[in-house]
């Protein structure tokens, strides 16, 4: 348990990855398909539209040209192991304490002064090697596996007409099918905002990636004998005004 | 002319990643993925909601102002022109392949037999959906009429539209033909089908994607395999683009 990472968390972390990265690329395409979004049950007139979506390059979408067909191929694929692992990822944050130790928050931590203290940590030398997340990280990656990412799901499963039999009460809880792909389309690219922010702050500092792949070491208890040195800081007394004291 | 290497070598890897991609996408391995990831879905499906699970059913009220109409929305065929102009009082559906007894019915003929109405939501491939009222015999009841024999595997229906030169057709498996919801309408929104929605009779499987929703129906055939018929695909869409046949998802 000295590991940053449980190898559960990295296991999931780099499929969930893959996954997203072919659902959002095939989403895109799909999207081609019909660039109208409705709220509702029903919409297939554009003049009912909430929303026209642009039509979406081939370099953004797989395949790099519009195939609907293939493009459900693979999205119907990878929903497979991004749908589990939306559940493994659960359980194993419930079973392991991920979830009671990083991702609950308390009401101080919503808080503005929070918010900037976190923002100063992070970007504080040796921020890496703080222990545990900040109100921050807290909130965010509880919206992302609390909200986005079972969203995500349960939206997608909604637009099936196969599996509206199955539920037809998560269609009325979402209200109805068009709805339901209007929300699939804004989750994805809420998704899409949250893995821009997480990319350029992990692209910071290598280590952190690097980390998602070894599991990283967790920092140990202060009194812990083997604190490491705290990051060289400039010395504030020059040198040759030191020296008399030593002398 | 300095530019000219460098742009043949994009071009080359362009190309050899074009190549690549469709070579993944061709593979037997990725079929074999696409078709393990479709058959699934299916079972869970299946298995959630039972064999006979309804798709949701909507009020008069929560129908939509129109229904689309998409993929052929009129047919070349001269009798069938001949046929729309007179209200197809020589149009027959028949029942055929692995049956016992062959059928061949009128439109009277379908509309004599016991009737289900329902207001339920087509979905198409593209993402829109509209909601209509439709009314006709269930399949099942047709299927037993005809006794369907136990080898039978699936129900292709073929059509009277052409699309890109080919025959329209569909197919499903015996659970949806035996399926409650699963019938063949020969009336939207208490009129007769319009031309563009399918006129006189069309199939609405309600738990699969609209182009499962064969038009212009002509007949009924009870199958073991589809291989042999069309490209093998077990539809149209299938041959053509390579879309799902379980279009369910």
């Given amino acids: 348990m000295t590991k940053k990472h449980a190898a559960t968390t990295r296991l999931w972390h780099w499929v969930n990855a893959a996954a997203i990265i072919v659902l959002f690329m095939t989403g895109l395409n799909i999207s081609n398909a019909h660039r109208h979004l409705y709220w509702g049950d029903y919409g297939f007139d554009p003049a009912d539209a909430w929303l026209d979506v642009i039509r979406f390059p081939g370099w953004a979408t797989i395949p790099q040209h519009y195939n609907l067909a293939l493009a459900r191929d693979w999205h119907i694929t990878a929903a497979w192991p991004f749908g589990l692992g939306v559940l493994f990822i659960w359980v194993a944050m419930l079973a392991n304490g991920h979830f009671r130790r990083d991702l609950t928050t308390s009401p101080k931590d919503w808080t503005p002064g929070a918010v900037i203290a976190s923002l100063k940590a992070h970007s504080a030398p040796g921020a890496s090697a703080v222990h545990g997340y900040n109100p921050v990280q807290k909130i965010l990656y509880g919206g992302v596996f609390g909200v986005l990412l079972p969203l995500m799901l349960f939206t997608g499963l909604a637009i099936s007409p196969g599996f509206q039999a199955a539920a037809p009460w998560l269609l009325d809880l979402l209200g109805g099918r068009q709805s339901a792909r209007s929300l699939h389309f804004i989750t994805a690219w809420a998704i899409f905002a949250f893995f821009v922010i997480h990319l350029v702050l992990a692209l910071s500092d290598w280590r952190l990636i690097l980390e998602m792949f070894t599991g990283g070491k967790r920092d140990p208890h202060p009194e812990a004998p083997s604190v490491p040195p705290a990051p060289p800081q400039p010395d504030p007394v020059p040198a040759e005004m030191e020296a008399p004291a030593h002398g | ?249």
């Avoid at chain 2, 559906?93 to 439109?107: D, F, I, Q």
């Avoid at chain 2, 699309?163 to 063949?184: K, N």
């Fill in chain 2, 1 to 249: 002319m300095v530019d000219l290497p460098r742009r043949s070598l994009l071009a080359g890897i362009a190309a050899l990643g074009a190549t690549a991609c469709s070579k993944i996408n061709d593979s037997e391995a990725a079929r074999g993925l696409f078709e393990a990831a479709e058959d699934g879905h299916r079972a869970v499906h299946r298995a959630l909601a039972g064999k006979q699970g309804l798709a949701p059913e909507y009020t008069r009220a929560e129908r939509s102002p129109t229904f689309r109409g998409n993929g052929s929305v009129t047919v070349a065929d001269p009798f069938y022109k001949q046929q729309l102009a007179g209200g197809f009082p020589d149009w027959k559906l028949e029942v055929r392949g692995l049956v016992e007894k062959p059928l061949a019915l009128t439109l009277a003929d379908v509309r004599a037999l016991p009737q289900r109405t329902q207001i339920t939501r087509h979905d198409c491939v593209e993402g829109w959906s509209a909601i209509g009222e439709w009314q006709g015999p269930q399949l099942a009841h047709l299927l037993d009429v005809a006794k369907v024999k136990p080898e039978a595997r699936f129900i292709v229906f073929r059509c009277a539209d052409t699309l890109y030169g080919r025959d329209y057709y569909e197919s499903i498996d015996m659970v949806d033909a035996y399926h409650p919801q699963t019938i063949i309408a020969h009336s939207l929104n208490g009129e007769p089908l319009p031309e563009k929605n399918g006129a006189p009779l069309r199939m609405r499987i309600e738990r699969q994607l609209g182009y499962k929703q064969a038009k212009y129906v002509k007949s009924i055939e009870a199958v073991t395999s589809f291989d042999s018929i069309g490209q093998g695909g077990g539809g149209f869409w299938e041959d053509v683009a390579g879309y799902q046949w379980y279009a369910g998802v």
